[in-house]
């Protein structure tokens, strides 16, 4: 999967010359939490974020007068808030990589550009999506966590061994393990009873760390 399957097509965008008050309003209307700034040219030149807008708002407690936060929240536009240095991905970015790069960054989104020009956006809230769908959140199912050797055709055994059980693999996925020697396997069967599958394993001599049995949305 790449970030063009998944991004945000024509995000809401801002101009440099947007006053903060107007963002803060258009953040409200469309449920977004940044904002890619073009210039007139419609060139991206930055991103704001929510945080940018808050942080540069008065407080509660400010001392300004209800008249005076008004007019100066007018004069406080996009190219005094946003981040100039911006990073950027393209459509044919894999999902992961943009994945990286925001938690390396530590960044919420990443505008999309084709040729230099902004063709959408995709942020920490479609990855989590996509993690949903990756581990069959939404699935019923049984959802086994195992701790498994690192040899070649451990998975091969494992999935033949579903399949002779006539069981439907909705999602598979591994993390490092205790040592470099092993890996922690999550998988998620359905058309197979618990206990069979448990069983199953076991005769594989997987070590089994955890199995439930999971209804959408949630496991037991």
């Known amino acids: 999967m790449f970030v063009g399957d998944r991004m945000t097509h024509r995000p809401v965008t801002v101009t440099e010359d947007t006053s903060i008050d107007r963002a803060l309003e258009l953040m409200r209307q469309e449920q977004v939490r940044r904002f890619p700034v073009l210039s007139k040219r419609g060139e991206l030149v930055g991103i704001v974020s929510e945080k940018d807008l808050l942080y540069a708002s008065p407080s509660p407690a400010t001392s300004l007068s209800i008249y005076e936060i008004p007019y100066l929240l007018s004069k406080i536009e996009m190219r005094d808030l946003m981040t100039k240095e911006v990073i950027t991905v393209t459509e044919d970015t ?4 943009a ?3 925001m938690a390396d960054n530590r960044i919420g989104g990443l505008p999309v550009t084709r040729d230099g020009k902004l063709v959408g956006i995709i942020t920490e809230t479609d990855m989590f999506k996509i993690f949903l769908e990756l581990f069959a959140a939404r699935e019923e199912g049984v959802r086994l966590t195992m701790l498994v050797p690192g ?8 999935a033949g061994k579903i399949a002779e059980m006539d069981g439907n693999i909705l999602a598979l996925g591994t993390i490092m393990g205790e040592d470099p020697t092993n890996y922690e396997l999550m998988a998620k069967v359905a058309d197979v009873p618990e206990e069979q599958l448990v069983e199953a394993m076991e005769d594989l001599d997987m070590k089994l760390l955890d199995a439930r049995y999971c209804t959408s949305p949630s496991c037991e």
């Open 99 to 101: 994945a990286r790069i």
């Open 151 to 158: 040899e070649k055709g451990t998975l091969a055994k494992i």
């Open 94 to 97: 894999p999902l992961e990589e």
